[in-house]
Every structure is written in structure tokens, then in C-alpha cells.
């Protein structure tokens, strides 16, 4: 099977799949690339509310293809930084159904997800140490907001992987799952998420990022979205909320 991102949109919520079974989902140059014009087409897609992003069969991603590092090294670090980047600002929510190894450039991509669903048996792992690369800087400070400077320089200094439960103890990861519950917990989430303001969880999202231009904006978007009205009143007669706000 050739290297590739699969893709689907059902129900609302896109779905992008890193396969690349020969190596465990390494991404190729190929695959970086091609990752932010994918995001670009799903952003633009009415239809998507939320992004799951995982990969086939019992792995996430062992991280890049280590035979791109041959050539150029930095080329192949500006593709994964790229990706990285057009991840984190997607703009509506994302999250990383992982299982089995989430290491190097997988780590990178599911630290750039707004939230990280594994599976019991998951492993974790930022291994540039291993390789004598310098890890970016956005991802170094993407890596240290979530889990803080002691837990990143630990993962950064050793480059030793650490099991789900202390990804998750050290907020790395979101939610635990029994083996064989991961799909249906993300399934059930993604439900949670369309149903859900996407006016609340774009502003959430800008505010949570650390942008800090677009106050008035959003005061504008909420005074004129009637989504709040809308919330209020399926509130209080006891039904689900319609909302109609849209990016």
C-alpha cells in the first residue's frame, strides 16, 4: 500500500487517516505535504464541524519516514512544522484518536490536536534526541503548554516513551480507554462536539491559543449570532439547542 492520508466526512465530523503500514504510519515528505491542503478543503467544507485525526490499524504514527532525513534534514523539518502549524489552526475542534505508538512526528501532530483520546497500550514519545535534530521552537512550546517544562524536558532531554497513564497524568492526554472502546468513545465525543456552538468553540478555541486581537470580534459575532438566545430558550423548554452560527 502506497504512503497516504485517507479522508471521509460523515455525520458532520471529517476523519483523516495516516496510513502508511510498511513503517508503522511514518509520515514522507509526501505526506506533510499533502496534509495542510487537505485541512484547507475540510476548513472550507460546511458540512465539517469537527476533525478526528488517527491512523489505520494499531498505530498512530511512529513519526517521519527517517529516510527523508537523509537529504535535507531541514527541508524535511520545515514540512513537518508546516503541517504541524496548518493542524493546530484548524479552525474548529480537532482531536487524536490514539493507539499503539505516538511517537516523533505522531506526537507533533497529536500535540497540535485540541484534544488527545488513547487507548490503553498507547505509547508517547519526542525523539529528536535520539537523532541529534533540534526540535522547533513552536513545537517545543506547543509540547511544554501541555504538560509543562519538567514532564517536556524529560520527554525532550531522554527521548524515552511514556505509557498512556502518565500521558495522561501529565495532561499529554485528555482520556484513557479500555482496549477495544477507543472508536466508540471518539464517536460519541465527535456527537458531543457538532452539537455544540461552533460560535462558543471558535472563540474558545482563538482565546485558549492565546490570540488576544479579536475580543470585539467575537463580542460582535455573539450579539449577532442568536445563538445565545437560541441556547437559552432550548434550555428552558427542555430540547436540544439549534444552533446556527458557522465559521
Not at 477507543?182 to 461552533?198: G, H, M
Request: with cysteine; hydrophobic share 45%.
Amino acid at each position: 500500500m502506497e504512503p497516504q492520508l485517507l479522508h471521509d466526512v460523515a455525520a458532520s465530523v471529517a476523519t483523516v487517516v495516516i496510513r502508511h503500514p510498511a513503517k508503522r504510519n511514518a509520515m514522507t515528505a509526501g505526506m506533510w505535504r499533502s496534509l495542510p491542503p487537505l485541512l484547507d478543503t475540510l476548513a472550507a467544507d460546511p458540512d465539517v464541524r469537527a476533525l478526528v485525526l488517527t491512523g489505520a490499524g494499531g498505530t498512530f504514527c511512529a513519526g517521519a519516514d527517517i529516510s527523508t532525513l537523509q537529504g535535507s534534514p531541514d527541508e524535511a523539518q520545515g514540512l513537518a512544522v508546516g503541517a504541524e502549524e496548518a493542524l493546530a489552526a484548524f479552525p474548529k475542534p480537532t482531536l487524536a484518536a490514539v493507539r499503539g505508538h505516538c511517537v516523533g512526528g505522531g506526537a507533533q501532530l497529536a500535540a497540535a490536536c485540541d484534544l488527545r483520546f488513547a487507548e490503553e497500550g498507547a505509547l508517547f514519545g519526542v525523539t529528536p534526541a535520539k537523532l541529534g535534530i533540534v526540535y522547533p521552537a513552536s513545537s517545543t512550546r506547543r509540547l511544554m503548554s501541555l504538560v509543562g517544562p519538567a514532564t517536556a524536558k524529560y520527554l525532550l532531554f531522554s527521548g524515552e516513551l511514556i505509557d498512556a497513564e502518565r500521558a495522561l497524568r501529565t495532561g499529554l492526554v485528555d482520556e484513557v480507554l479500555p482496549g477495544g472502546e477507543l472508536d466508540k468513545r471518539v464517536a460519541e465525543f465527535a456527537r458531543i462536539l457538532v452539537s455544540r456552538s461552533q460560535l462558543t468553540q471558535a472563540a474558545a478555541k482563538e482565546f485558549a491559543n492565546g490570540r488576544t486581537d479579536r475580543d470585539t470580534h467575537w463580542s460582535e459575532q455573539a450579539r449577532g449570532s442568536g445563538d445565545t438566545a437560541e441556547g437559552v430558550a432550548a434550555f428552558l423548554e427542555r430540547r436540544p439547542p439549534r444552533f446556527t452560527w458557522t465559521t
